[in-house]
């Protein structure tokens, strides 16, 4: 046994490192109460700690902590590097003495709770971020519980592992931020790729940069390896560009111009950091909540609607959607229940459409007002068909409201999908279909337009019995308007995630149109400072730690 005096030193120095550690840990909040009053029976036992030897999962948990950087969480958050080198300390040098690992104890439990609860809830209030999606009134999770249990079964990896999101494109995202994390280094992205000849390279154009692009494109897995470069620019180079548009959310035609090369210099560290991103937004994004949903990807341009049985996600639908224009009517982020659909339905012009779009056309063109099917509803509900100066003017002074009549002119298609909301935001067909062939859709007044209206029809209506597809289409020919109200409410979660996952493992990064990405990426830092800020010690707190 060492002598006395170094061992009062060495618990000594422990000591103070614990108060640090302590004093960074942030206050936690009362649901998180110490866990440390679950402590063992056995004299001189604590939950990480017996004789003051550090546990299996104390280092196990130390460890955990070092490597929150694999779920896009940061170490520092949680003193990592500190803790794992106190609990090493006390694991290979003398025991700790019991004050000394009665700090080390707490320190450690405040830090893997906080841990728990960033995993599973994530850093930021969602709404902080454009995100209406209040925390889940049947999720039950407590940190401090889920530790405990977790100890007393010493049940660690595994109690991590289910705080994590339970969505299948966490655990590949997950995989995804390793791999690219190795493609930081990867010296096939050390330099910019050559400037183009002429600003634009087309197929069969000459390029001095091909063997380098060949070399990031098989890096990426756009270009099988092994593929032989062609002294121009043809061939499999361009099938491996045409890959790597295809995923970045650019038109895929095989020219490469000033958009794809941008997206070719982007630097691996702006892809991991937009890995991360989509991570933390899956930890609040309600995706689990009920066996049947439709999720809305805006970046994506991506309606799916999915079931889940027995854990598993099972796409029944996938179509392209168009949503709300970046610049002034974004569709926003919430999740409400589906509870009735209308075919054939009128559309009620929003007055600030009228306002700004609908009126000045019609007095530009009367005969708009007509070939459009448009109509005056006045305050007692009756519908005017004449058009007049008046009528315009009692619109604009909201005492009539224009709305276009169902028919092959309807803003809204033949079909409308209502989730009732605050915004008035609904799913709803469109007459202008071919702009589904647009490889960037944020084109609307912030409604949802859908390409596949009768397969979503069919996913919504397949356990009310009836309504098979002739019935829909047939529905939503009539012309004449009629509301179905659904037997069960079905969630509709309008999401944000600008990188997903495909199926062969690779993964698509989409413009960040609303600037999101960037507001969370603010945030998080804003979090992270705001917790380096409370971990200061006071000067008499340094002063205790000195002393003691």
Known sequence: MPPRAPRRAFARRVLGACLLACATAWAMPPAFASASDSAGSEAGATPWFTQGRPSDAALQAVDALAGAAADGLDASDYDAEGLRRAVREARDGAPL???AAGALDASLTRAMQRYLSDLHDGRVDPRQVHANFPHAAGDTFDPAVSLREALAHQRLPEALHAAAPAFPLYPALRRALAHYRTLAGDPAFAAPLPALPGGKLAPGQAYAGSAALARRLEA?????????????????????VKAFQARHGLDADGVLGGGTLAQLNTPMATRVRQIELTMERLRWTPLLDAPRMIVVNVPEFVLRAYEVHDGQVQVKVQMKVIVGKALDTRTPLFKEDMRYIEFSPYWNVPRSIARAETIPRIRRDPAYFQRQGFEFVGGDGRAVTTLSDANLDAVLNGQMRIRQRPGPQNA??????????????????????QLFQRGRRDLSHGCIRVEEPVALARFVLQDMAGWDEARIRQAMTKGQSNTLRLQQPLPVVLAYGTAIVQEDGRVM???????????????LRQHSTRRMAAGKLAPRQRSLAVRN
Do not use: C, M, S, W
């Not at 990426?220 to 361009?238: C, H, I, K, Q, S």
């Not at 990064?509 to 945030?523: K, S």
């Open 220 to 240: 990426l897995g756009d270009l099988p390896a092994g593929t032989r470069v062609p002294a121009r620019y043809e061939g499999a180079l361009v099938n491996g």
């Open 412 to 433: 809204l298609g033949d079909i409308k999908f209502v989730f009732p909301n605050n915004d008035n935001i609904y799913l709803h067909h469109t007459p202008t279909v």
């Open 97 to 99: 003495a019991a004050d």
């Open 509 to 523: 990064f989409l413009p960040d149109i609303y600037g999101l990405d960037r507001l969370l990426d603010q945030a």
